[in-house]
């Protein structure tokens, strides 16, 4: 069944009526028709893979816990994109803690860590791209995500978000600039 297909039949109402009755067979055709998808999400927006598992795993408990009260005004997967976009909001604030943790315990350590330097140079980049990323308002992030790295048109970035599409448009462009600023890139409005 492609994956198109397994979408389709997991938004039936049957599926779905059986899923927030609890069935384990609906709920695990949910997950396996968009555990992916989310996956993709979640990596986009954090950056970071050895998390992907972890926050999937709870973006489907939450969904799960919640199935009763989705009344089908959006579609599922739009559903479970702003769940996605919950959860990796909670995983950056806990990441800048951590950060924040990490930064006061290296300003005591004298001695750094020994790395080939062409892996610590992508990894500096790597990082400050992510902290740039992750010191973007929650909405302008999520916009910015949405669009130039999910690569959802406006209209369907404003399904998934919950706004209209000039918000989106302004989010992704504020996102952008304040992303340019903190990496030292030229900002050019097109």
Not at 127 to 133: E, G, I, Q, V
Not at 170 to 180: N, V
Request: with cysteine.
């Amino acid at each position: 069944m492609t994956s198109r297909a397994a979408v389709r039949d997991v938004e039936s109402a049957a599926v779905l009526a059986a899923a927030q009755d609890g069935d384990r067979a609906a709920q695990a055709a949910i997950f396996e028709a968009y555990k992916e998808r989310v996956a993709r999400q979640v990596f986009r927006m954090t950056g970071d893979a050895s998390s992907v598992d972890d926050l999937v795993q709870e973006v489907f408990i939450s969904a799960f816990s919640a199935l009763g009260r989705f009344r089908g005004d959006a579609q599922l997967g739009t559903w479970l994109y702003t769940i996605a976009a919950n959860r990796v909001r909670n995983w950056w604030d806990s990441q800048r803690r951590r950060r924040r943790r990490e930064d006061i315990a290296s300003a005591h350590a004298d001695d750094p860590v020994a790395t080939p330097e062409a892996d610590l140079e992508a990894r500096q980049q790597r990082d400050h791209l992510y902290r740039a990323l992750g010191e973007l308002p929650d909405k302008l992030r999520e916009s910015f995500v949405a669009r130039a790295i999910e690569g959802m048109n406006l209209h369907e970035a404003s399904a998934a978000l919950g706004v209209p599409i000039s918000t989106v448009s302004y989010r992704t462009r504020r996102a952008e600039q304040m992303l340019c600023a903190a990496l030292g890139i030229p900002w050019r409005d097109e």
